[in-house]
């Protein structure tokens, strides 16, 4: 997307892929892995998962935003400044408003409290939400993710362990764990708790069609894949790197070609 964006304004991006699992190494190489960047003159990195939240303390700065969330996943490398940005956050709004309006806010439920659960949780509480209720496997990320953003929104957020009853009085539930993904397939949540009343976010956007997606569609919720995700960050990436506002539509064909390719 970035190149493609990029050459549609006639400027040369590269676009490099660094994958951990590729390089076989794990997040401990970050330091080495931004120190090459550095030197190698990157305008800046996409973070994704698992190291979005274990990045942070390598930054120089992080935008108040990010800081809240307590997770990066864009890093901006000029004037020998390591910046640390959320764009997910912003990204899964637009996404949601985009996908699904006028959707109830009254309680979302909200399974993980990782990087990608942390800007999910923040976005919709930005977008109004009522009450948000966050699950994890990790009951204490969970407590933790709640505890911190409660400061900014006082009495709107907690955690459960208590999925049933959660999503029994919910109006939408948001999944942000990475199951459902080609490596990690399979749901994270019981398919007879989704309701046609119910509507269903899900962040995985590798595959679009995820299971609980296919499951949610059947039962007759109103659904939002990933894609709206992928790509808006993209688009607020894509601006803090060049400094250049990207076509959003322009930007949409860029992804759905790769996906199709892919």
């Known amino acids: 997307m970035h190149e493609r964006e990029a050459a549609a304004f006639q400027i040369h991006c590269e676009y490099r892929l660094i994958d951990l699992d590729v ?3 794990s997040p401990s190489a970050l330091p080495d892995l931004l120190a090459n960047a550095e030197r190698d003159g990157f305008a ?77 949780a923040y976005a919709a509480l930005n977008l109004g939400a009522q009450e948000v209720i966050v699950l994890d496997l990790d009951r204490e990320r969970a407590d933790q993710l709640a505890a911190r953003l409660a400061h900014a929104f006082p009495g709107r957020i907690r955690s459960s362990t208590d999925i049933v009853s959660s999503i029994a ?6 999944h942000a764990t990475p199951m459902g993904m080609s490596t990690h397939p399979g749901s994270a949540v019981d398919l007879s708790l989704l309701r046609p009343d119910l509507w269903v976010a899900d962040v995985v956007y590798f595959p679009l069609e995820t299971e609980l997606l296919g499951a949610a569609r059947a039962a007759g919720c109103r659904t939002v894949d990933g894609s709206g995700m992928a790509v808006y960050q993209a688009v607020e990436a894509f601006r803090l ?9 322009r930007m949409k064909q860029w992804f759905f070609r790769a996906e199709r390719v892919a």
């Open 44 to 120: 800046g990195l996409n973070i994704t998962h698992p190291c979005k939240q274990t990045v942070m303390p390598l930054l120089n700065e992080v935008t108040e935003d990010g800081r809240i969330i307590g997770a990066v996943n864009t890093i901006v490398l000029a004037d020998g400044k390591r910046v640390g940005h959320n764009t997910d956050w912003w990204a899964f709004r637009e996404s949601v408003r985009e996908g699904l309006p006028n959707a109830p806010l009254g309680r979302i439920v909200q399974l993980g409290a990782g990087g990608a659960g942390a800007a999910t």
């Open 241 to 249: 790197f060049t400094g250049l506002r990207a076509d959003v539509s």
């Open 169 to 174: 009085g919910a109006d939408g539930l948001i």
């Open 23 to 25: 390089l076989r190494v």
